[in-house]
C-alpha cells in the first residue's frame, strides 16, 4: 500500500509538471527538434550527477536490454519533438489536448502486450476522456492550423503510448532515472545530426532557459512518471495523467492569456473527472 501510495504521489507530481512543460514550447525561440536535442544534454547531465552521487551503476543486465533502451529513446525523441511541434503550429491547449488521445490509444493497445482485455471502468474512462476532448475541439479543417496540431499531437499520442507499455513491460527492472538517462542519451544520439549546427547561436537567456526545462521540467517530471510505471500498468498513470490538459491549459491562460472557451473547460471538466476516477480506481486495485 505504501508503495502504490507513492506512485500516485509520483504521477500525480509529474502530470502537474508537465502542465507547465508545455509552455516552454512559445517561451523559447527556437524549433521543436532544436528544443528536444538541447533540453535533452541537460537531462543527460542532470541525471548522470545523480546517478554518480548515490554510487549506481549504469551498466545494463544484458544486450537486449540495450537494443530494448535504444528503441525507447527513439520513440521518446520523436514524441518530444512532435509534441513541441504541435504546440508551436497551433497552441499550447490544442497541442495538449492532442496528445491526451494517448490515454485511448493506451487502454486498447497495452492488453495486447500482457494478453488481457480492457476492464469495461477502463473503457469507459477512455470513452469520457475522449469526448471531453472531442468538445475542446469540436471542429476540424485540414487547412488550418488547429487541424495541423491536432494531427502532429495525436501522432505524438501514439509514440508516448508506445512508449509507456514497452518501458512497463520490457524496462521496468531498472531505476526510473537510469530509463531516462539512456533515452535521453539516445534522443541526443538520433536529433545530434539535424540540429547541432544551430548550438552557437543559442543566446545566453535561450540557454537559461533550455538548463531550467532539462533539469527542473524534464529530468524531474519523466523520472516520476517513469518510477509510476513500476507500479502500475501503463494505462492507469494514463488516465490519471489527462490532468496535465487541465493544468497546461490553465498556466497558458495565465501565462500567456491563451483563454479558453467555455467548451475548452466543459471538456476538461470532463477528462479530470475521468482521470480522478481512474486514480481512485487504481488505489483500490493495487
Known amino acids: 500500500m505504501k508503495q502504490s501510495n507513492q506512485a500516485l504521489i509520483s504521477v ?5 509538471i508537465f502542465g507547465l512543460t508545455a509552455l516552454f514550447s ?11 536535442l538541447l533540453r535533452s544534454v541537460f537531462a543527460v547531465l542532470a541525471l548522470w550527477w545523480f546517478i554518480r552521487w548515490q554510487k549506481e551503476s549504469l551498466k545494463l543486465q544484458s544486450r537486449n536490454d540495450y537494443l530494448i533502451v535504444i528503441f525507447l529513446g527513439i520513440l521518446l525523441a520523436t514524441h518530444w519533438v512532435t509534441y513541441f511541434h504541435a504546440m508551436q503550429v497551433s497552441s499550447v ?7 491526451y488521445t494517448f490515454p485511448v490509444i493506451t487502454v486498447f493497445l497495452e492488453p495486447m502486450f500482457h494478453g488481457e482485455r480492457p476492464h469495461l471502468q477502463d473503457i469507459i474512462s477512455a470513452l469520457a476522456v475522449l469526448f471531453g476532448i472531442y468538445l475542446l475541439v469540436p471542429e476540424f479543417s485540414l487547412e488550418d492550423s ?13 509514440l508516448f503510448a508506445l512508449r509507456n507499455i514497452i518501458q512497463g513491460r520490457y524496462f521496468s527492472a531498472y531505476p526510473a532515472r537510469h530509463a531516462l538517462f539512456y533515452q535521453a542519451a539516445v534522443t541526443i544520439a538520433v536529433l545530434l545530426p539535424f540540429g547541432g549546427q544551430m548550438i552557437a547561436d543559442v543566446s545566453n537567456w535561450q540557454w537559461g532557459q533550455l538548463l531550467l526545462l532539462g533539469v527542473v521540467f524534464t529530468a524531474l517530471p519523466h523520472t516520476l512518471f517513469a518510477h ?4 502500475f500498468k501503463a494505462k492507469t498513470t494514463s488516465l490519471i495523467a489527462c490532468l496535465q490538459v487541465v493544468y497546461a491549459t490553465l498556466f497558458a491562460a495565465l ?7 467555455l467548451m475548452t473547460v466543459l471538456g476538461g471538466m470532463i477528462v479530470v473527472a475521468a482521470a480522478m476516477y481512474e486514480s481512485y480506481s487504481a488505489g483500490r486495485r493495487n
Open 12 to 16: 500525480h507530481s509529474a502530470v502537474f
Open 146 to 158: 488547429t487541424t495541423q496540431g491536432i494531427l502532429w499531437g495525436v501522432f505524438s499520442a501514439l
Open 228 to 231: 509510476s510505471l513500476l507500479h
Open 26 to 36: 512559445k517561451l523559447i525561440d527556437l524549433s521543436a527538434l532544436e528544443i528536444t
Open 93 to 99: 491547449a490544442v497541442g495538449v489536448i492532442a496528445l
Open 255 to 261: 501565462l500567456l492569456g491563451e483563454m479558453p472557451e
